[in-house]
């Protein structure tokens, strides 16, 4: 039997009809807008063309949440205008990645019984309704449903155990939620900026699918996301996402020591950082003096001059402390990593010299920075660790991995078993059978 030839003019009404895609990266220190057309995936290379992408100075957002809702407003709005005129196109709604809201990750299992049959869709709906079931989170609020694996008669890796026999089939989800009062605080400072949220993505595990290579994916990574704000962070594992960790601690606090230990203003302390800091001691800093604006408005103070070496006994501690207290964390969360698993540094506060040879040095592992990998044609400017979030965010649009319960059903409302794929005369729903092939 011949295949179906497509037919051009076909192809081109889906791609005329479907919508844009939006992301939107809210954090402490910027606010970035990715906007992707329907023919900007490319499927024969999986890579994305982004057509339009902006970023502007956060505002409204500090310690870990939205402090003022007009500001936070209107620092998305510019950002998202600012991008539908690089790309030509209107946007109604976005998918915000961010890192607000105390976002932790919590593992569900589930057991059902197998008959005398191979395990069949049946059995799998099941397992995923019995798992759904028991996601119960006072004042949380559930933003990713991951599969982990399978697993059959105890014998856990199983990827697709259709057609296997056994008499327990075992399913592991992953549930990542963020704060309820978080959640209601993004969805208001939306309506404000006049946009519909179409979703929430922890910004470490949407820049993991941006910044990692399969390989580390399937053999374990950890991918670190260094944001203004704060320091979170996704485990991966055989292919899948294992844990989620998140510190309210980021490269704002190194400004803020800046700025409290050379007595020199917020602004006059990001350049020092931008320009001349680092978290590793360098050649000549002793003898390289800096100047700073002083703090205050008083005309008779002169510049805050200080050598370099200053500079680098602020910064390190508090990178240092940052980086150990997320070693712990991990540590005490019993996520166990092979030996030679490396990290992965995305964000913007990875980019500060030094960073990367601390983390070496803290982790005992290997650390590389990382970048958009299948974003190609990107500006430099909007290239970097910093928009790892935001171009992963329109990956996991075009290419998944599709989560248990759709974007639209976690925006609306609690999940419960009643989400889970259903089974009509021993068949299950195209969701369910796309979810199981390009997951598991």
Excluded at 80 to 96: H, K, L, M, T
Excluded at 112 to 123: I, T
Excluded at 276 to 299: C, I, T, V
Aim: proline residues 5%; glycine residues 10%; positive net charge.
């Amino acid at each position: 039997m011949t295949g179906r030839r497509s037919d051009p003019a076909t192809e081109a009404a889906k791609a005329a009809r479907a919508p844009v895609v939006a992301a939107l990266d809210l954090g402490q220190s910027k606010v970035a807008c990715f906007i992707m057309k329907p023919e900007g995936v490319r499927h024969a290379d999986r890579t994305i063309r982004v057509a339009g992408a902006s970023h502007v100075q956060s505002r409204g957002v500090r310690g870990g949440a939205i402090v003022n809702m007009d500001e936070a407003a209107q620092a998305i709005g510019q950002a998202v205008e600012r991008a539908e005129r690089s790309a030509g196109a209107p946007v109604s709604g976005v998918i915000v990645s961010t890192a607000i809201g105390q976002m932790a990750s919590h593992r569900v299992q589930a057991k059902v019984s197998l008959g005398a049959n191979p395990v069949g869709d049946g059995d799998l709906a099941r397992a995923i309704a019995m798992a759904l079931a028991q996601i119960r989170y006072p004042n949380r609020r559930p933003i990713h449903v991951l599969p982990i694996g399978w697993s059959v008669d105890g014998a856990r890796g199983v990827h697709d155990p259709r057609a296997m026999r056994g008499a327990s089939l075992g399913l592991d989800l992953l549930v990542v939620s963020m704060a309820e009062s978080a959640f209601a605080s993004l969805s208001h400072c939306l309506e404000l900026a006049h946009l519909d949220l179409q979703g929430v993505a922890a910004a470490p595990v949407v820049s993991s699918l941006a910044a990692l290579e399969e390989d580390e994916m399937d053999l374990g990574c950890v991918c670190i996301d260094m944001g203004g704000g704060s320091t979170s962070a996704a485990v991966w594992g055989g292919r899948s996402l294992l844990h989620i960790e998140s510190l309210n601690v980021g490269g704002d606090h190194v400004t803020a020591d800046i700025a409290r230990g050379l007595s020199t203003s917020k602004a006059g302390a990001e350049r020092l950082k931008t320009l001349h800091g680092s978290a590793m001691a360098s050649a000549n800093e002793d003898r390289e003096m800096l100047e700073a604006p002083p703090r205050g408005e008083d005309p008779s103070a002169g510049p805050v001059i200080v050598p370099r070496a200053m500079l680098k006994t602020v910064i390190a501690p508090r990178v240092e402390e940052t980086l150990e207290l997320l070693r712990d964390r991990l540590r005490n969360a019993g996520v166990g990593l092979e030996p030679g698993a490396g990290l992965v540094l995305t964000g913007g506060a990875s980019q500060l010299n030094g960073v990367r040879e601390l983390a070496v040095r803290v982790f005992d592992r290997p650390v590389r920075l990382g970048r958009p990998q299948r974003a190609p044609h990107m500006a430099d400017a909007a290239s970097g660790p910093a928009f790892c979030s935001s171009a992963g965010v329109l990956l996991r649009a075009a290419y998944g991995p599709r989560e248990a319960v759709s974007a639209r059903k976690l925006m609306s409302r609690q999940i419960s078993a009643a989400d889970a794929p259903k089974v009509h005369r021993g068949n299950v729903v195209a969701r369910a059978a796309g979810w199981l092939r390009e997951n598991l």
